[in-house]
Every structure is written in C-alpha cells, then in structure tokens.
C-alpha cells in the first residue's frame, strides 16, 4: 500500500515560483514510478510530470516544459515538483500520484497509469 500527501499549494503571482512536496509511505515507494497532475473545474486531469523509480528518466509536456522540475528523494521518502516562471493558466489543484512498476510506460502521461493518488494541493496563480 502506498499514501500519498502533497503540500507546498498557495497564491502566487504570475512569473513567481512554489515547489510542491509529496510525502509518501509504504514499503513499495523506492519500487514506484510517480507523476505528478492538476486538474481545474470542468476540465480533465492534465499531466504535469512522471519520473522512473531512480530518477533517472523524466517526462513532461510542452506545457511546462522548461519551467516544472520533477525530483525524487527515495531515502526520505518524498517526491517534488519545482514550478517556475509561474503563469495564470497553471492554476489548478495539484495531484501526486504513484504506479504500482518501476518503469513508466509509453502511457506515462495518463492518469490510468497511476493507482494511488494524494488529496491535491490548491496552486492558484494571479496576474
């Protein structure tokens, strides 16, 4: 079994930075592939960022490509996502997520790729 807990959400202004923090517990964590999604009202979960069970292989869309960062620190158990050069159209509530392998897949950007899912954190951006 897998928990997952996100935190590091808040208002920011556009051009500004938050890195979002993701604790996890469960033995399988140093074996999970992870991402990280947003999601706002009437819209469907978007990928944001996925990273391999060592850290060694990252993906992300075009979207924030160059801004998001996704890092892993399986020795304490955590997983983050460093948001630069914030922009309005990132606000959303802001989901961890962990696979149940070790690789990701070629599906790596779907939310069906992932079981277990924390309770989101709020990232609301302000022009």
């Known amino acids: 079994q897998v928990q997952l807990v996100e935190s590091g959400g808040g208002l920011v202004q556009a051009g500004g930075s938050l890195r979002l923090s993701c604790a996890a517990s469960g033995r399988t964590f140093r074996s999970n592939a992870m991402g990280w999604f947003r999601q706002t009202p009437g819209k469907e979960r978007e990928f944001v960022a996925a990273i391999n069970w060592n850290g060694g292989t990252t993906y992300y869309p075009d979207s924030v490509k160059g801004r998001f960062t996704i890092s892993r620190d399986n020795a304490k158990n955590m997983l983050y996502l460093q948001m630069n050069g914030l922009k309005p159209e990132d606000t959303a509530v802001y989901y961890c997520?962990?696979?149940?392998?070790?690789?990701?897949?070629?599906?790596?950007?779907?939310?069906?790729?992932?079981?277990?899912w924390g309770q989101g954190t709020q990232v609301t951006v302000s022009s």
């Open positions: 997520a962990a696979g149940t392998t070790r690789y990701l897949s070629n599906n790596y950007y779907t939310s069906a790729e992932y079981t277990y």
